[in-house]
């Protein structure tokens, strides 16, 4: 999130003051510095790290001619330090020369004193939208260059083979996919690499966790908002069906969305178009939508919990992910994968398995599947010494054999589905001592999910 601070620079205080309140009623945080000297300090401790991240400033506004440091002398110098600043130059001294120089220097604009209020604040809005899209544009190229093709995905197993034969199948197509699959199977890595296999790779791929934020926050993120359409909507806001406009949205945990968000969600899809908070007219959107849920979402749709009409728009084609004890087989390419790629990252030498611990590795049950395997590795490399993992450095539990999922059987006379939920809920979260994220883990579903579940159902631990 890049913050909305800008750094003034200008000799004369009643300008700085200006600009300031100016700035500040658009929503701005503003520094007013009156020489050139003190910006540089101001913009050198942003680079260096002196300065929180809230306190760096992407913009900067200098007059041309000033005492001590000349604007253009400071617009230089200034981008040596931060070659990404965006630099506005305002004089009343202006001419082609000046002009031409700044942008040669790169300068995003140059405004003549006086300047109409409305000009400045349209100047440096369309500043703030270049320096966005500079950095979208990175974080794409990075990503492009990061993951190009399927090789992200570890396996050979006959599972794996189908799912790579799927995705390379669906991709060049626009429909929308359903992801499903216990936690830590990978659905956002499967999301990503039909992504980058669509016509649609050159552009933005967003992701959003569903379950990880409130209605209302949900609902801005998703479809954006308008300025003033509640307390702290200071500017319009793009929602992520926006900002995926020409890629891929991905919605995960879609199952734990409510009802009004699953309303707007249907007509996004149908319609193609979404009406943000507070606005009156719809916009219109162009961009892939693929889900996914470690929730059964026909079980949702019979207790009430999740729409039909939406569950058929989002599943056009599903696609269900193998749990890691259901692809035993795989367990010892990604465990290399995950120990070559650790050992790497923290700059040690080489590791390999002991035959005995990759016996461990192989036949433990992965609740928490391929996120769980890669945790557990992690962890022996940074505790073994050694150049070998043994047994004494894997978790107690994958050396015990103890991560196969619980075991239940609904009491004869459960009248409905809640209270079988419920009752389910309450046996694993005794057998794992109240311990909710090994409870998340053994259920397949987010932590979050577990406090709401309790929530609902007024479930407390017991003493």
Same mark, same amino acid.
């Given at each position: 999130?890049?913050?909305?601070?800008?750094?003034?620079?200008?000799?004369?205080?009643?300008?700085?003051?200006?600009?300031? !309140?100016?700035?500040?009623?658009? &929503?701005?945080?503003?520094?007013? !510095?009156?020489? =050139?000297?003190?910006?540089?300090?101001?913009?050198?401790?942003?680079?260096?790290?002196?300065?929180?991240? $809230?306190?760096?400033?992407?913009?900067?506004? +200098?007059?041309?001619?000033?005492?001590?440091?000349? =604007?253009?002398?400071?617009?230089?110098?200034?981008?040596?330090?931060?070659?990404?600043?965006?630099?506005?130059?305002?004089?009343?001294?202006?001419?082609?020369?000046?002009?031409?120089?700044?942008?040669?220097?790169?300068?995003?604009?140059?405004?003549? /004193?006086?300047?109409?209020?409305?000009?400045?604040?349209?100047?440096?809005? /369309?500043?703030?939208? $270049?320096?966005?899209?500079? %950095?979208?544009?990175?974080?794409?190229?990075?990503?492009?260059?990061?993951?190009?093709?399927?090789?992200?995905?570890?396996?050979?197993?006959?599972?794996?083979?189908?799912?790579?034969?799927?995705?390379?199948?669906?991709?060049?197509?626009?429909?929308?996919? *359903?992801?499903? &699959?216990?936690?830590?199977?990978?659905?956002? *890595?499967?999301?990503?690499?039909?992504?980058?296999?669509?016509?649609?790779?050159?552009?933005?791929?967003?992701?959003?966790?569903?379950?990880?934020? @409130?209605?209302?926050?949900?609902?801005?993120?998703?479809?954006?908002?308008?300025?003033?359409? #509640? +307390?702290?909507?200071?500017?319009?806001?793009?929602?992520?069906?926006?900002?995926?406009? &020409?890629?891929?949205? #991905?919605?995960?945990?879609?199952?734990?969305?409510?009802?009004?968000? $699953?309303? /707007?969600?249907?007509?996004?899809? $149908?319609?193609?178009?979404?009406? @943000?908070?507070?606005?009156?007219?719809?916009?219109?959107?162009?961009?892939?939508?693929?889900?996914?849920?470690?929730?059964?979402?026909?079980? /949702?749709?019979?207790?009430?919990?999740?729409?039909?009409?939406?569950?058929?728009?989002?599943?056009?084609?599903?696609?269900? *992910?193998?749990?890691?004890?259901?692809?035993?087989?795989?367990?010892?390419?990604?465990?290399?994968?995950?120990?070559?790629?650790?050992?790497?990252?923290?700059?040690?030498?080489?590791?390999?398995?002991?035959?005995?611990?990759?016996?461990?590795?192989?036949?433990?049950?992965?609740?928490?599947?391929?996120?769980?395997?890669?945790?557990?590795?992690?962890?022996? !490399?940074? *505790?073994?010494?050694?150049?070998?993992?043994?047994?004494?450095?894997?978790?107690?539990?994958?050396?015990?054999?103890? &991560? %196969?999922?619980?075991?239940?059987?609904?009491?004869?006379?459960?009248?409905?589905?809640?209270?079988?939920?419920?009752?389910?809920?309450?046996?694993?979260?005794?057998?794992?001592?109240?311990?909710?994220?090994?409870?998340?883990?053994?259920?397949?579903?987010?932590?979050?999910?577990?406090?709401?579940?309790?929530?609902?159902?007024?479930?407390?631990?017991?003493?």
């Amino acid at each position: 999130m890049i913050p909305r601070n800008i750094l003034i620079v200008d000799d004369e205080i009643s300008m700085c003051d200006f600009l300031t !309140v100016i700035l500040s009623n658009e &929503g701005y945080k503003v520094k007013a !510095v009156q020489d =050139g000297i003190e910006a540089l300090k101001v913009l050198q401790n942003r680079v260096t790290g002196v300065s929180p991240a $809230q306190e760096q400033f992407p913009c900067m506004i +200098t007059d041309l001619k000033m005492p001590k440091m000349d =604007g253009l002398t400071l617009l230089k110098r200034a981008r040596e330090i931060a070659p990404e600043l965006g630099v506005v130059v305002i004089t009343a001294y202006a001419s082609l020369q000046s002009a031409v120089e700044a942008l040669r220097l790169g300068a995003m604009d140059y405004v003549t /004193k006086p300047f109409k209020v409305d000009e400045i604040k349209i100047v440096i809005e /369309k500043v703030f939208d $270049q320096i966005i899209l500079r %950095q979208e544009n990175l974080h794409l190229r990075k990503q492009l260059s990061e993951r190009t093709d399927l090789d992200s995905i570890i396996g050979k197993s006959e599972e794996m083979r189908k799912l790579l034969e799927m995705i390379r199948r669906v991709a060049p197509t626009d429909s929308t996919i *359903l992801i499903t &699959g216990e936690s830590g199977t990978g659905k956002e *890595l499967v999301a990503q690499a039909i992504h980058l296999q669509s016509r649609r790779a050159k552009g933005p791929f967003v992701s959003i966790n569903c379950g990880a934020l @409130p209605e209302t926050l949900l609902e801005s993120e998703l479809f954006g908002h308008t300025k003033g359409s #509640f +307390t702290g909507a200071i500017k319009n806001k793009d929602g992520l069906f926006k900002v995926a406009d &020409g890629g891929t949205l #991905f919605l995960d945990e879609v199952g734990e969305t409510s009802h009004a968000i $699953q309303v /707007k969600l249907l007509r996004a899809l $149908q319609e193609k178009e979404i009406m @943000p908070v507070g606005a009156t007219q719809p916009i219109p959107v162009d961009c892939r939508v693929l889900a996914a849920t470690n929730a059964n979402l026909e079980s /949702k749709i019979q207790a009430g919990e999740f729409r039909t009409d939406l569950f058929y728009r989002l599943s056009v084609i599903p696609i269900h *992910l193998a749990t890691l004890r259901e692809r035993r087989d795989d367990i010892p390419l990604l465990a290399n994968h995950f120990l070559k790629r650790i050992c790497h990252q923290n700059s040690l030498e080489p590791k390999i398995f002991s035959p005995e611990a990759m016996e461990k590795l192989i036949h433990y049950d992965w609740p928490g599947n391929v996120r769980e395997l890669e945790n557990a590795i992690e962890r022996s !490399v940074i *505790l073994e010494e050694s150049p070998t993992i043994t047994v004494d450095t894997l978790p107690g539990k994958i050396v015990s054999g103890s &991560g %196969q999922k619980v075991t239940f059987f609904p009491r004869p006379g459960s009248k409905t589905l809640e209270e079988l939920e419920k009752e389910y809920l309450v046996r694993v979260l005794e057998q794992t001592n109240w311990q909710k994220k090994q409870a998340a883990d053994i259920l397949g579903i987010d932590a979050s999910t577990i406090y709401r579940k309790m929530q609902r159902y007024g479930i407390t631990q017991k003493t």
